[in-house]
């Protein structure tokens, strides 16, 4: 079964470090999105992607936070600096356009 | 320092009772409606999804009750399972200018199953 891939898994840094993660969608799902999730809480959209174009990216803290789906495939969310509450689970979902999505692992990143 | 998240709801259920979790929607106009479950360590999982047009869908042993005129979601688990203990999230479809399929995460209900 097809399934999303996110990596790192898991990420630990030092605050003021830049980190990057990677997702690779389902083939063929032209929609991809970027969610946080504090813990506790449920996911919050950070970015959305149709092929290789941001559709929606009002929620992303556009002075350190950066995102690119170069190829319309895969997908890198980057911080740079790395705060303390940047501290979440980064979660990437993709959809082939009927609104179900499907969510990978996540990356847990801690920043120190 | 570490960033502390709200508590969540929690409900416990004896193994082969029925689960009932409830859920507020906020905007009125959201036209589509979807229960996920996210196991420790996973990321959310589609469980069932219901249109506007409807007040009830049924899936295999999980039933979704929409209430429009409260704007009120309940997601009903049938002999509940062990393997039903999660985070069960709401999400809603609101009108969105450039994206038909943007979602609103709810803030999730932990069920424990006892058994």
């Known amino acids: 079964e097809a399934e999303v891939a996110q990596s790192p898994r898991y990420k630990i840094t030092e605050k003021s470090q830049a980190v990057a993660f990677w997702c690779d969608p389902i083939?063929?799902?032209?929609?991809l999105y970027w969610y946080r999730q504090i813990l506790g809480q449920g996911p919050e959209l950070l970015v959305q992607?149709?092929?290789?174009?941001?559709?929606?990216d009002s929620q992303l803290p556009k002075d350190r936070f950066s995102a690119e789906r170069l190829k319309g495939v895969d997908s890198t969310l980057k911080i740079q600096p790395a705060e303390l509450g940047d501290s979440a689970m980064y979660l990437c979902?993709?959809?082939?356009?009927?609104?179900?999505?499907?969510f990978g692992p996540g990356t847990r990143l801690t920043v120190l | 320092g570490e960033s502390v998240g709200l508590h969540l709801p929690t409900l416990s259920v004896q193994e082969g009772d029925n689960s009932i979790i409830n859920c507020a929607y906020s905007?009125?106009?959201?036209?589509?409606f979807i229960w996920y479950k996210q196991e420790s360590g996973k990321g959310p999982q589609f469980i069932i999804d219901?249109?506007?047009?409807?007040d009830k869908r049924q899936g295999q042993r999980v039933t979704v009750l929409l209430n429009k005129t409260v704007k009120h979601l309940s997601l009903q688990i049938a002999a509940t399972q062990p393997g039903d203990s999660a985070v069960y999230f709401c999400?809603?479809?609101?009108?969105?200018?450039?994206?038909?399929?943007?979602?609103?995460f709810g803030p999730g209900t932990s069920l424990s199953v006892i058994p």
């Open positions: 083939s063929g799902h032209a929609t």
């Open positions: 905007n009125s106009a959201s036209d589509y």
């Open positions: 999400a809603e479809n609101p009108p969105h200018r450039t994206s038909y399929d943007k979602v609103i």
């Open positions: 992607f149709q092929d290789e174009s941001v559709v929606d």
């Open positions: 979902a993709s959809s082939p356009g009927a609104r179900e999505q499907f």
């Open positions: 219901i249109r506007s047009n409807m």
